[in-house]
């Protein structure tokens, strides 16, 4: 016993010593514990961490073999919060508590030398969210495993030329570019890394099956037990990053796609994480300001869903929502990256044609011909106002509703050819 008190007051003078006074935190966590005799500390841990897989946060905790006092803090706002606990038997439960020494939240979890896996709750117990936190340095991304996009070069013995393959959270799609038409399949992961991809759902009855290895950059085909072998290079790729901020009443976070294009990237920081990503940020959140029920009472999550992507364009959706609406804010997209420049719609026509008009009847003319079998009939053609592109054409998609769903409609690109500027869409 004595061996491990004399290490524990080495380890305890080691983080004060190496932090500082100017380390704030530290300072809290300690001056709440009550600057113990360092022989009545078992341990002092210094944890960094996720709330919810988005926040990043970090939390100094010590023992004296009986009570747990601490403090954490959000690291994108700095609010901090103090910490009392205990083991109760079965798990370790810490109180959270604000400055004015309000209930705030609890974690529940279990703790090892490394890394405290916790659920935390509100006072009511209506919000409950993971944290994962440990003293090694930090592997997990920041808003979670989100995704990538990769579009490649294909030499093989049929006519395919291109593919494009992105996943973001569990969605996996790869596109396959023939020279006059594509293919659009969902995929599923086989390995933890998602390097090796299997065609969902398939049937060997099916008559063809793929398989993709990105990190060999292969892909083969399977048919009537045969197989065809395409090797891939490499053309363009993207991730998607994310933005996070979190304070006493606020949790926001927002997904962007991120290329090596550093046109691209300005442009998407300005039009989305700049312009809509200022949640919580332009007051700092003071606690004394918000009763208890404000505890996590605001979120906002931004994310983007992809109906394109390849070396010349990347189109989709962005979808932000909000707890103080009902409705959320959808902004199609699409941007080329040959001009380095955002793809208006109004602009792909040529002068003279009523956009919003156009667009309205030919939509008018697909719901007509869905006739009795179509279940979103409620919606009417003005109403698929959120426009992006697609291989086929416009995607044309109605505002999320809560109660009937999101309905879409693409007009093909033959159809519009005739009111369309030259070469204004790469990709058609």
């Known amino acids: 016993m004595k061996q491990k008190v004399i290490f524990t007051f080495t380890f305890v003078f080691i983080v004060l010593k190496s932090h500082g006074q100017g380390d704030a935190l530290m300072n809290m966590a300690m001056e709440h514990f ?51 606990g205990n083991y109760d038997g079965e798990q ?30 509100d006072p009511k117990n209506i919000a409950a969210v993971p944290v994962f ?31 494009s393959v992105w996943k973001y959270e569990e ?14 399949l969902q995929m599923e992961c086989l390995d933890d ?10 049937d060997i009855d099916e008559e063809s099956h793929w398989h993709i290895d990105l990190e060999k950059k292969i892909m083969v085909n399977i048919v009537d037990q045969r197989e065809t072998l395409y090797n891939l290079k490499s053309t363009k790729s993207l991730y998607f990053d994310c933005a996070s901020y979190m304070d006493f009443d606020d949790k926001f976070s927002m ?67 909000s707890s103080k ?12 990256f040959d001009r380095e420049k955002e793809i208006a719609i109004a602009e792909i026509f040529l002068p003279g044609n009523d956009v919003a008009v156009l667009i309205e009847q030919m939509v008018a003319g697909l719901k007509n011909e869905r006739g009795d079998g179509d279940e979103f009939a409620r919606f009417q053609a003005k109403e ?35 009111y369309l500027k030259k070469n204004a869409v790469p990709i058609w």
């Not at 113990?36 to 897989?53: I, N």
């Not at 920081?269 to 700092?284: M, T």
């Open 171 to 184: 969605e996996i799609n790869v596109q396959l570019f023939y020279p006059s038409t594509q293919m659009l």
């Open 384 to 418: 698929y106002r959120l426009v992006s592109i697609s291989w086929e054409g416009l995607v044309c998609r109605t505002p999320f509703s809560t109660i009937y769903g999101q309905d879409k409609v693409i007009v093909a690109k033959d159809k519009l050819k005739p």
């Open 255 to 321: 997904v962007y796609p991120i290329s090596s294009s550093e046109k691209f990237n300005t442009w998407i920081l300005a039009n989305w994480a700049e312009k809509y990503g200022s949640s919580g940020k332009s007051i700092h959140k003071q606690q004394n300001n918000y009763s208890v029920s404000d505890r996590v009472s605001h979120e906002e999550y931004g994310n983007v869903h992809l109906d394109f992507f390849n070396d010349k364009m990347i189109s989709g959706i962005f979808i932000l929502q």
């Open 133 to 163: 936190l440990t003293t090694e340095s930090q592997t997990v991304n920041p808003c979670g495993n989100l995704g990538w996009a990769h579009h490649f070069a294909v030499k093989g013995q049929d006519s395919i030329k291109k593919i």
């Open 193 to 202: 890394q998602c390097y090796q991809l299997n065609q969902n759902n398939a």
């Open 325 to 336: 609406y009902a409705e959320a804010t959808e902004l199609p997209f699409a941007y080329n």
């Open 92 to 121: 370790i439960v810490l109180v959270e508590s604000d400055s004015l020494g309000r209930t705030t939240g609890i974690f529940k979890g279990d703790m090892n030398d490394e890394a405290f896996y916790a659920e935390w709750s």
């Open 34 to 84: 009550g600057k113990p005799e360092a022989r009545s500390v078992w341990w002092l841990k210094d944890f960094k961490g996720y709330f919810d897989q988005n926040h990043a946060i970090r939390m100094v905790l010590a023992t004296d073999n009986n009570a747990f006092k601490g403090a954490y803090e959000y690291l994108s706002s700095g609010e901090k919060f103090y910490l009392d």
